[in-house]
Nanobody, 125 residues
Framework: QVQLVESGGGLVQAGASLRLSCAAS????????MGWFRQAPGKEREFVAA????????YYADSVKGRFTISRDNAKNTVYLQMNSLKPEDTAVYYC??????????????????WGQGTQVTVSS
């Protein structure tokens, strides 16, 4: 498995931007599909975005499509989540996760074997 460490969370006002980073350990980062999930208090963990092994394919939840962009740099073993036009409903702990497979349009937390510790994103109105 790969070890993951997120960073870049914080407190921002509505309409602002943040970029989350997730650094992975090991030499096999490019063999993983990477994803971002989030979990708000009292809610289930929900899928946000996924990116394929080389970055050629991406998939987004409808709630973030057009505002968030997932990208990766395999030379740096890092995946990013650029979040623009943030809304209060984006407030959550954001987690990056790794899986070996591409799941098309069906992304579930149970499909990911490795997880980071999470980073808090708070958007004030």
């Amino acid at each position: 498995q790969v070890q993951l460490v997120e960073s870049g969370g914080g407190l921002v006002q509505a309409g602002a931007s943040l970029r989350l980073s997730c650094a992975a350990s090991g030499r096999t980062f490019s063999s993983y599909v990477m994803g971002w999930f989030r979990q708000a208090p009292g809610k289930e963990r929900e899928f946000v975005a996924a990116i394929s092994w080389s970055g050629g394919n991406t998939y987004y939840a409808d709630s973030v499509k057009g505002r968030f962009t997932i990208s990766r740099d395999n030379a740096k073993n890092t995946v990013y989540l650029q979040m623009n036009s943030l809304k209060p409903e984006d407030t959550a702990v954001y987690y990056c996760a790794a899986t070996k497979n591409w799941y098309g349009s069906s992304w579930y937390a149970r499909s990911f074997a490795s997880w980071g510790q999470g980073t808090q994103v708070t958007v004030s109105s």
